[in-house]
């Protein structure tokens, strides 16, 4: 029998179309508890983001969080150009065959948010219910250009607190003020190589995401809209007050339109919120749960 509060970790063989990878994921809960729910990282980010949120969900759930392919865990791809949302949705959908349950709720962060957009929004979905954190269909182009100015990024550090300081400062409207969360939630994220530390994911998965051209990023708004409008499970958008990311036009844009989304704005944070404080953990756990309810 699994305990609540003890992470395990697992992992499941993913095919693309260069071959066989392996994911890597974080389990949480009893084994053979029917409720599951999955949570997705961002771009640059890992499972481990969700520490917190799963110690906290795991008495009602079994929590898995994978490390989307090309971060942490979990293997790189052989083409760098197969680092886009439909091959994570193919990952998914194998991880969740491999839970062997047929329907999941899901709390997808900026990358994580449009692979479930893309997921919930297919015929037959496994996603019973939906919490896209600070990201839509559409996004700015000025954060999508600070972000391309960092991903990939040939950085190293000579310990783990310069590793600390440097994503403190880039990932500043994440809204973390103490130092012990920082570090809680860099330190998984980095990997020894010598005598240096470097961030933990392929820095190929920039080359997709650079090489994106105006007419490309216009056809995936148009794709993600009309997947979106597809959803019907009840759908919850959280937005930091001060994205940067996800407009407030566009979240109200989600509120009236597919499945009609709740909203929720979190003070006091850009992008994307990092759903580790009880303000963030309270909001996701009481609309899983009173959704379970109703």
């Known amino acids: 029998m699994n305990t609540p509060n003890e992470p ?33 990282h961002g771009l640059t980010r890992l499972g481990r983001d969700f520490d917190r949120l799963a110690r906290a969900l795991a008495s009602e759930y079994r929590v898995v969080c994978p490390d989307m392919v090309g971060r942490g865990r979990s293997d790189y791809l052989r083409d760098a150009m197969h680092y886009r949302v439909p091959q994570y949705v193919a990952d998914c959908v194998t991880l969740i065959a491999r839970l062997d349950v047929k329907r999941v709720d899901w709390v997808g962060t900026s990358m994580g948010g449009l692979i479930g957009i893309a997921l919930a929004g297919q015929g037959g979905t496994p996603i019973r219910r939906l919490i896209i954190n600070d990201v839509g269909p559409r996004l700015d182009a000025a954060a999508i250009g600070r972000i391309g100015d960092y991903v990939g990024a040939p950085l190293s550090f000579a310990s783990i607190d310069q590793g600390v300081d440097y994503i403190a400062t880039i990932a500043a409207p994440f809204g973390l003020t103490r130092r012990e969360d920082w570090r809680e939630l860099v330190e998984p994220g980095l990997k020894r190589e010598g005598a240096r530390w470097v961030l933990h994911y392929d820095p190929r998965i920039a080359e997709p995401f650079k090489a994106s051209s105006p007419e490309r990023t216009r056809a995936d708004e148009a794709a993600l809209w009309a997947l979106y409008d597809n959803i019907t499970a009840p759908t919850l958008v959280l937005r930091g007050a001060q994205s940067d990311l996800l407009s407030r036009v566009t979240m109200n844009e989600m509120a009236a339109r597919g499945p009609k989304a709740k909203t929720v704005e979190i003070a006091g944070v850009g992008h994307a919120p990092t759903l580790m404080l009880p303000n963030e953990i309270t909001i996701v756990r009481d609309f899983l749960l009173n959704a379970e309810a109703g």
């Open 8 to 40: 395990r970790l697992h992992k499941v063989q993913c095919v693309s179309p260069s071959g066989l990878h392996s994911i890597a994921y974080t389990e949480w809960g009893r084994s053979d508890n029917p409720r599951v729910v999955v949570c997705v």
